[in-house]
């Protein structure tokens, strides 16, 4: 099943791409250690995560705080 988590911010722009790859049914888990694609580390404040594997998506609320 082909699987992605990406990390965004407020204005809609891909902050980390935790996941894109095919896996097989389970159970996973991943942390986002706070930093972007480029390495940079993310200022606090609201991100979104959104998960999209198979036809299931959803998007969830990130609070980062510092």
Known sequence: VPVFI???DLSGRLVKTLVHESK??????V???GTSDSGS???AGV????FH????????????LK
């Open 31 to 33: 942390v986002w250690d």
């Open 47 to 50: 991100f979104f995560a959104q």
């Open 53 to 64: 594997a198979g036809n299931f998506q959803r998007t969830s609320k990130l609070v980062m």
């Open 24 to 29: 097989a049914a389970g159970q996973y888990s």
């Open 41 to 43: 580390i993310a200022l």
């Open 6 to 8: 990406g990390i965004y």
